[in-house]
């Protein structure tokens, strides 16, 4: 059975340029075996959304230290959805307060990474998720 | 039991016949970085060791013990808190807060849309102002974040890379306005570019002409603001993000000679910048690592002062450093539990002689601190200084076999990378070839691999946990502080003369195309209300923007 690798796009919105996280997330799902796209820093949703649409990802993960998670994250699940991606599974990670989760996760977000959260259960998470959609 | 120092045979002796009997526990022991301990030290470590050259004495080079004399039993280290949120007015109040709490000094955090020279009606500010620093973005918020506090009597510290220039001539024009003149004015303006291009991630030019402002900024602090710190070279935020001790020691050094090249390449005497120039390290959990990061680190910046540049001024030599605790080390999980993580590394910067320090909050995981955990990180070093009785005498930890051999070997460390940077053509080539990102983010994966391995415990995190351990009252961005702003910036926009702007900031773009020193225009367009981001776009069409490519 050939499967088609998950491709995934690791992007870092907004102007902060905490990259740790998001450099260890994007060789953690490279090493187990994803196709990883890293945006690089301070990208506006539009690019990011443009990123996932052109790479057709299976997922995109989020990586927000800033504290604009509540403004950036809306804008680019709310581009995703109008560009017809609404299937793209989308994640997020970084220093995001216990109260903001449920509202992102009632706005499309599937699951929040907080820190601490091993990469197994990031990996594993997609895995499940991109499966599920598919 | 007596073993004599000094013989080797006996240490070896007891090694074979005394240690190896009993059982170790199965763990690595090697310090956080990885550099491996041996189960004891002794004098024999220290073969070529020469303590009259190494060590000597506090206030005397190489600086290994210290860089003044008396240290702490002359002055306490100053208690310098890093604060900033929302608009100005917040943040003047929190640092009238803090400094009615017993604070010596202040240091300013902005936010990110001033970091990356970004006014705050600007599209990509959105969602960011005031929200990770205070947002600043014309003279006039200067103005109001220094509102009745006297900045001849107290220093100021600003974290700022990328616009440092334009932050410095707000600053300077907004103490003029107050009839403060710039040679009365004592502080520090991080403006250290090239841990940004390393680590930071924060700038707003190309590498090259980032070089020249600092270097501006150099010269004319020399030459007009004496008591001045015109760099803060730093490895805090290379350790953030996630190097090793090692590396933070010798990124940062190599960076600090770089400047120290460049400003010396433009004519200046290096007696005449080096003594303002001033460091800032993280404080990591490993307790003698660090402490023999910073000895090290005073010894090599000392020897090289001296010997590669020629310097004769002994304040040229010695490393002054501000300390943060690593912030990198903070849980969210369990937050109380960083008290002590910041205790310990707060107790490591003092052992290490630093002149001033930042303690973490014990919320920083989750968000900026509460007022609240902002007090219980400041009596932390509260009570080191005042309970603990580690000031009492100057460098208590030296002589220690186990310090000074760690402090020989990160010395050793720090060169091996010196010369693998001088390879590459230097530090600014180095960093164009990604070497130092892909070591640090090399060191941050194997960091995170070996705690999911749980080869290293964190409390609270990997072993120890417990559900439910979420903190309830956490600092929340103020929603409205971005209108405020904008609203600010607007009115000083309506207030000013349009045309002495326009004349201004012309006169920048101009001189940027040509080799003159940028400072005094930076200084005309504070004057006359040239916001930052205007700044920053009139020097981005003379000298570009910058896109790394990312490593990982």
Redesign the interface.
């Known amino acids: 059975m050939s499967e088609r690798k998950i491709r995934v796009v690791v992007a870092k919105p907004?102007?902060?340029?905490?990259?740790?996280g998001?450099?260890?997330i994007?060789?953690?799902l490279r090493d187990a075996g994803m196709e990883v796209i890293?945006t690089?820093?301070?990208q506006?949703p539009e690019q990011i959304a443009a990123t996932v649409i052109q790479e057709d990802a299976d997922a995109v993960g989020l990586s927000i230290l800033?504290?604009?998670h509540?403004?950036?994250v809306p804008k680019i699940v709310d581009m995703l959805r109008e560009q017809g991606a609404e299937d793209v599974l989308v994640t997020v990670g970084g220093?995001i307060?216990?109260d903001d989760i449920p509202e992102l996760k009632r706005l499309g977000v599937a699951e929040v990474f907080?820190?601490?959260a091993?990469?197994?259960d990031i990996v594993e998470f997609l895995r499940s998720g991109v499966g599920a959609a598919a | 039991m007596a073993i004599e120092p000094g013989s080797e045979r006996r240490a070896h002796q007891w090694m074979e016949e005394e240690y190896s009997r009993e059982r170790e526990r199965d763990v690595p022991f090697e310090t956080l970085s990885g550099h491996p301990v041996a189960p004891l030290y002794t004098a024999d470590d220290l073969s070529g060791h020469d303590a009259e050259r190494d060590e000597s004495f506090p206030g005397s080079f190489p600086y290994t013990r210290g860089v003044y004399p008396s240290m702490y039993r002359g002055r306490l280290w100053t208690m310098r808190q890093f604060a900033g949120f929302g608009t100005v007015e917040e943040t003047n109040e929190r640092f009238r807060y803090l400094l009615d709490h017993g604070q010596t000094g202040l240091s300013t955090a902005f936010d990110?849309?001033t970091?990356?020279g970004?006014d705050s009606d600007h599209a990509?500010?959105?969602?960011?102002v005031g929200?990770?620093g205070v947002a600043l973005d014309t003279v006039d918020d200067m103005e109001t974040l220094f509102d009745g506090i006297s900045l001849d009597e107290v220093t100021v510290s600003m974290t700022i890379n990328a616009p440092a220039a334009i932050l410095l001539a707000f600053y300077v024009v907004a103490a003029e306005e107050k009839g403060i003149a710039p040679e009365k004015l004592g502080g520090t303006i991080q403006t250290d570019i090239l841990k940004?291009y390393i680590?930071?991630?924060?700038w707003c030019f190309p590498i090259e002409p980032a070089m020249r402002l600092v270097t501006d900024m150099v010269e004319w602090c020399a030459q007009e603001m004496p008591r001045w710190h015109p760099i803060s070279i730093s490895g805090y935020h290379i350790r953030?993000?996630?190097s090793t001790a090692q590396q933070e020691l010798a990124f940062t050094l190599k960076d600090g000679l770089t400047y120290v090249e460049r400003a010396v390449e433009r004519g200046l005497d290096v007696d005449d910048f080096a003594p303002r120039l001033s460091f800032f390290f993280n404080a990591h959990i490993d307790f003698f690592e660090e402490i023999a990061k910073y000895r090290a680190a005073r010894r090599i910046w000392a020897r090289e002062l001296r010997d590669t540049f020629g310097a004769k001024n002994p304040k040229s030599m010695l490393m002054r450093t501000h300390t943060q605790t690593a912030g990198?080390s903070l849980?969210?999980?369990q937050p109380l539990v960083n008290i002590v993580r910041t205790t310990i590394e707060a107790l490591a910067g003092v052992l290490g002689g630093t002149q001033s320090l930042h303690t973490n909050s014990f919320d920083e995981?989750?968000?900026?601190p509460t007022e609240e955990a902002v007090r219980i990180a400041l009596r932390t070093q509260q009570v080191i200084a005042h309970e603990s009785g580690v000031t009492n005498t100057v460098d208590p930890l030296g002589g220690s076999y186990f310090v000074e051999k760690l402090t020989d070997e990160m010395e050793a460390a720090a060169y091996d990378y010196f010369a693998r940077i001088d390879e590459l053509g230097g530090m600014v080539a180095a960093i164009e070839s990604n070497f130092p990102q892909r070591e640090i983010?090399d060191a941050?994966?194997e960091h995170?691999a070996a705690l999911?391995k749980e080869e290293r415990i964190?409390v609270g995190?990997?072993a120890f946990r417990v559900d439910d351990d979420?903190l309830t009252e956490?600092h929340?961005?103020d929603p409205a502080a971005e209108s405020r702003q904008k609203e600010r910036l607007a009115e000083t926009m309506a207030r000013r003369d349009d045309a002495a702007a326009e004349a201004a900031l012309a006169a920048l773009e101009r001189a940027a195309a040509e080799d003159r020193n940028l400072m005094p225009l930076l200084v005309d367009c504070a004057r006359a209300r040239v916001s930052e981001g205007e700044m920053v776009a009139a020097m981005q069409r003379v000298f570009g923007t910058y896109?790394?490519?990312?490593v990982?």
């Open positions: 907004g102007l902060d340029g905490h990259d740790r998001a450099k260890i994007a060789r953690a890293y690089g820093l301070h506006t800033s504290g604009a509540m403004t950036l220093t307060p216990a907080t820190p601490g091993p990469t197994d | 990110m849309p970091l990356m970004l990509r500010s959105l969602g960011e929200v990770e940004e680590a930071q991630k924060e953030e993000a996630g990198v849980t969210a999980q995981a989750l968000a900026l983010a941050a994966f995170q999911e964190m995190v990997n979420e956490i929340r961005p896109t790394e490519t990312p990982y």
